[in-house]
């Protein structure tokens, strides 16, 4: 398992934009899929973006194709989550997450978590 921390939350109007970061410990990192999940008051945790060890591959959730873009930084032991045009319904809390597989999707096939960033959208 990775020790990882998320950084990056806030408040934000709608239309706005956020970037999350998410640090991990040790040495491993570029031996993991990455990805964003996130979950919001009363609902399951719901999968965001995910990136494959290299970076070249991502896939993302219906609910945010075309406006968060996934990223990562290995030689930094670091992945990235810019989020633009934020809608109220981004409101979550943001869990950055790694993955023994490359392109893990479902929320059981995610092996170590953050604590979590809070986003709030709203006018």
């Known amino acids: 398992q990775v020790q990882l921390v998320e950084s990056g939350g806030g408040s934000v109007q709608p239309g706005g934009s956020l970037r999350l970061s998410c640090a991990s410990s040790g040495s491993t990192f570029r031996y993991y899929g990455m990805g964003w999940l996130r979950q919001a008051p009363g609902k399951e945790r719901e999968f965001v973006a995910t990136?494959?060890?290299?970076?070249?591959?991502?896939k993302y959730g219906d609910s945010v194709k075309g406006r968060f873009t996934i990223s990562r930084d290995n030689s930094k032991n670091e992945v990235y989550l810019q989020m633009n045009n934020l809608k109220p319904e981004d409101t979550a809390l943001y869990y950055c997450a790694a993955s023994g597989s490359n392109f893990a999707v479902a929320v059981g096939d995610f092996d170590s978590w953050g604590q979590g960033t809070q986003v709030f959208v709203s006018s």
């Open positions: 990136i494959s060890r290299s970076g070249y591959g991502t």
